[in-house]
């Protein structure tokens, strides 16, 4: 199969006349990052081309999470030498504004008051694809032309729901556990991303201290958060920023 389609890609090549080369985006990598086929797969294909008596301009791109990316690798540890791992920052808060302004433009809708469009902009925590989820839900729930507080309110706990279901369902399910989960949602409430096990002992009641300890084991087990730096033993981090975002909208807006 890799020599197929290394000769499927040459043939197209070959055809492109002017053009430079291919540039292949693979979006949405989760699926592949579950089983060792993907990682193997390409590697073949990887060395077919660099070792292949003809020159092909191909270029590819895996677009996802940085723990899918850290999967492949474990999977198949060439990977890690075959692709650059470069991260995108979050988008900052004046370009998710324009956004939603210029969107709802289009349609004639207007914001009632400044304070609806900052919580829009709040609750999407720079994240395209959250940004997405409540930018739809506020759409469809939008009356009169124009999108209040309230209106704004209900589609970012609709759009919670639906980036559980959709995105992170796999991770929520594993958690199994209403102490941990309460602890998630503390540290959602507290907007903290990352912290110190000092800075949420203070949050926590003396049940969830007894099994502080054990919360940390579980979420680094389940990739929810890690250790910030190999150096820095009590400080934690979410691995994934829509993880801390789910729980930030279930504590502030529930």
């Known amino acids: 199969?890799?020599?197929?389609?290394?000769?499927?890609?040459?043939?197209?090549?070959?055809?492109?006349?002017?053009?430079?080369?291919?540039?292949?985006?693979?979006?949405?990598?989760?699926?592949?990052?579950k089983t060792s086929e993907f990682p193997n797969w390409y590697k073949g294909l990887s060395e077919t081309i660099d070792f292949s008596d003809n020159f092909v301009p191909v270029a590819?791109?895996?677009?996802?999470?940085?723990?899918?990316?850290n999967k492949l690798t474990t999977l198949n540890p060439s990977f890690s030498r075959i692709f650059h791992l470069i991260e995108i920052d979050h988008l900052n808060?004046?370009?998710?504004?324009?956004?939603?302004?210029?969107?709802?433009?289009?349609?004639?809708?207007?914001?009632?008051?400044?304070?609806?469009?900052?919580?829009?902009?709040?609750?999407?925590?720079?994240?395209?694809?959250?940004?997405?989820?409540?930018?739809?839900?506020?759409?469809?729930?939008?009356?009169?032309?124009?999108?209040?507080?309230?209106?704004v309110f209900k589609s970012v706990l609709n759009a919670s729901i639906e980036l559980g279901n959709k995105q992170i369902s796999l991770i929520l399910d594993q958690i199994?556990?209403?102490?941990?989960?309460?602890?998630?949602?503390?540290?959602?409430k507290h907007k903290l991303i990352e912290f110190e096990i000092s800075d949420i002992k203070e949050i926590l009641n003396d049940k969830e201290n007894e099994i502080l300890n054990e919360f940390l084991l579980r979420m680094e087990e389940l990739n929810i958060l890690e250790h910030v730096g190999k150096k820095i033993k009590e400080r934690y981090t979410f691995t994934n920023r829509l993880y801390f975002v789910y729980f930030l909208i279930k504590a502030n807006i529930n």
């Open 1 to 33: 199969m890799k020599n197929n389609f290394a000769d499927f890609l040459l043939n197209i090549s070959k055809s492109l006349k002017e053009k430079n080369g291919l540039f292949i985006i693979i979006d949405d990598i989760n699926g592949l990052s």
């Open 60 to 69: 590819f791109t895996l677009v996802s999470y940085k723990e899918n990316f």
């Open 93 to 151: 808060d004046e370009d998710i504004e324009l956004f939603f302004i210029e969107n709802f433009e289009k349609y004639s809708i207007r914001f009632e008051n400044k304070k609806a469009l900052k919580h829009m902009v709040y609750y999407s925590w720079g994240m395209p694809l959250v940004m997405q989820q409540i930018g739809e839900e506020t759409f469809w729930n939008v009356k009169n032309d124009l999108i209040s507080e309230e209106i």
């Open 176 to 188: 199994e556990n209403d102490e941990y989960e309460n602890i998630l949602l503390k540290l959602g």
